[in-house]
Structure formats: structure tokens, C-alpha cells
């Protein structure tokens, strides 16, 4: 988790078999929305002004930076050697442009995933299957869960009802989210 204990966000760790909390980021910048695989945490850092991915090692008690980009990398999931995010990185002014991303930590290359002109967020990733929201259909008036089969490089659109759905997760052969479908939220699978 993220909080504000010593006067920036911080990222913490609690070990639930060894019944403690370590501290995993102790940089005056702000490090926020962690999410964790394994040994590996990755979350957002603001250190260099804008907001990077970062990831950290509990085996090696390393961090590194994964992106380098001066407009921002945002919300961070891993899977296995996988990282997927949204970034700002192709938005122009004035328009709602983000694309979803992907690095491989076994070749260290990165990957744009979504080139729509319209925006792209909320990334998951499982497997090798990611999961997004995407306004291709009508920013703000109608985003959709798409989905992303790396194993075949397959997009699939998996929501198509005119009202919203968005804020996906991703396990297994199960996609959930939330829809606005009945007039106020419900989760769907």
C-alpha cells in the first residue's frame, strides 16, 4: 500500500508469514499505486517530475526504473515478468489520448499495445491476456472492456452495451468490471 507517514507517499509491504511492515520506498518524491507479483513490486514514482513505473526486488532489495518518459506512466500491474500501465506519453493539448504499454522483463523491450487516438486505462494483465477500458467508442459517453491475447496478438472487445463499463480485473479465464448498464454500477463478469 501507499500512504503518507513521513510527509510524502511512501510505498509499504506487511508480511503476513513473518507478521511485519517494511518500508519499500524512502524517496522525498511521491511513489504511489504499488501492485505486487512475487518478489517483484511495481508502482508509480514522481522523482523526476512526472510520474515514472518503478519496480522494486524483495529478493535483491533493489529498485529500478522501468520508464523514462516526461509526461506520465500511470498505474502500474505485473504478472510473472510482464508489466502493463497507461501512459500520457502520445497525448497532444486538448485531446484524452492514452495508450496502454508493456514491459518484458526477460528481454527488457517495451511495447505500445493500444494506438487509438481516443484513451486507453485501467490496464490489467493475467496470463498473457490484458485488459483495458477504452473510449474508442465515444470518450466519456461509452467506454468498453477490451482485451489483448498476447499468445496470438488477438484484441477482442468484450463489453459493447451503450452505457459505461470500465475498471476491469483479469484472473484466469474470469474478466469482472464495473457497468452502468442498469443505471448505477454493478460488477459484471
Excluded: C, M
Excluded at 517483484?40 to 514514482?45: A, H, P, R
Amino acid at each position: 500500500w501507499y500512504e503518507i507517514r513521513n510527509l510524502n507517499w511512501d510505498i509499504y509491504l506487511f508480511d503476513l508469514f513473518s507478521n511485519t511492515e517494511k518500508r519499500i520506498t524512502n524517496h522525498t518524491s511521491a511513489q504511489q499505486n504499488p501492485t505486487i507479483y512475487g518478489d517483484k513490486i511495481v508502482y508509480n514514482d514522481q522523482r523526476n517530475g512526472g510520474f515514472d513505473i518503478y519496480l522494486y526486488d524483495l529478493i535483491t532489495n533493489t529498485e529500478r526504473q522501468i520508464t523514462t518518459h516526461l509526461k506520465d506512466d500511470l498505474n502500474p500491474r505485473i504478472y510473472e515478468d510482464k508489466i502493463v500501465w497507461w501512459s500520457l506519453r502520445n497525448r497532444n493539448a486538448g485531446d484524452y489520448n492514452n495508450d496502454i504499454y508493456l514491459y518484458d522483463l526477460s528481454s527488457n523491450t517495451e511495447r505500445q499495445i493500444t494506438t487509438d487516438l481516443n484513451s486507453q486505462q485501467y490496464t490489467t494483465i493475467h496470463s498473457d491476456k490484458i485488459v483495458w477500458t477504452d473510449w474508442r467508442n465515444g470518450y466519456n459517453t461509452n467506454p468498453d472492456i477490451y482485451l489483448l491475447d498476447l499468445s496470438t496478438n488477438t484484441e477482442k472487445q468484450i463489453t459493447n452495451d451503450p452505457n459505461s463499463q470500465y475498471d476491469s480485473d483479469i484472473h484466469g479465464d474470469k474478466i469482472v468490471w464495473a457497468d452502468n448498464r442498469n443505471g448505477n454500477y454493478d460488477i459484471y463478469l
